[in-house]
């Protein structure tokens, strides 16, 4: 990659701060995100079979059991780290939260409601980590 340099004596520091687009990365992103908002969970175990090198019958979901037995290999010690950063991150969400409000304009009525999320989706790459 060539480094670019730029004369520090200018008065104007913007070209210092701009940096060079990438468009194949951009267009590359775009297309997945693309594909994933058409075809769904399908896009997302195609794109793991073709970044991650997964197999056929690849699942996106863990079952619940798989779950339950993995976290009865993990060392005591490191479960109770877990649980009790989960539990500050808990409090801290909680305490941050934004309150709902109201947007009372001329032609409309708004109303912002935060809530927390069932589940979400994750994606870690695994094939050569």
């Known amino acids: 990659m060539p480094v ?20 194949s ?6 297309e997945i995100i693309r594909k994933i908002k058409e075809k769904g969970d399908a896009a997302l175990v195609e794109y793991a ?9 690849y699942k996106i979901r863990v ?12 060392p005591k010690e490191v479960l109770e780290a877990l649980r009790f950063a989960a539990k500050n991150i808990e409090e801290v969400s909680r305490k941050t939260k934004p309150n709902d409000r ?6 409309a009525n708004i ?19």
């Not at 079979?49 to 197999?55: A, P, R, T």
């Not at 109201?102 to 032609?107: I, P, Y």
């Open 4 to 23: 670019r340099t730029l004369p520090l004596s200018s008065s104007d520091p913007e070209p210092l701060f701009r940096r060079p687009k990438a468009p």
């Open 25 to 30: 990365c951009e267009e590359a992103v775009s």
């Open 49 to 57: 079979k073709k970044f991650d090198g997964q197999k056929e019958g």
């Open 63 to 74: 079952p619940k059991d798989n779950i339950e037995k993995s976290a009865r290999k993990v």
């Open 102 to 107: 109201k947007v009372l304009a001329k032609f």
């Open 111 to 129: 109303t912002q409601k935060f809530v927390a999320l069932a589940s979400v989706g994750i994606y870690a790459p695994g094939g050569r980590a």
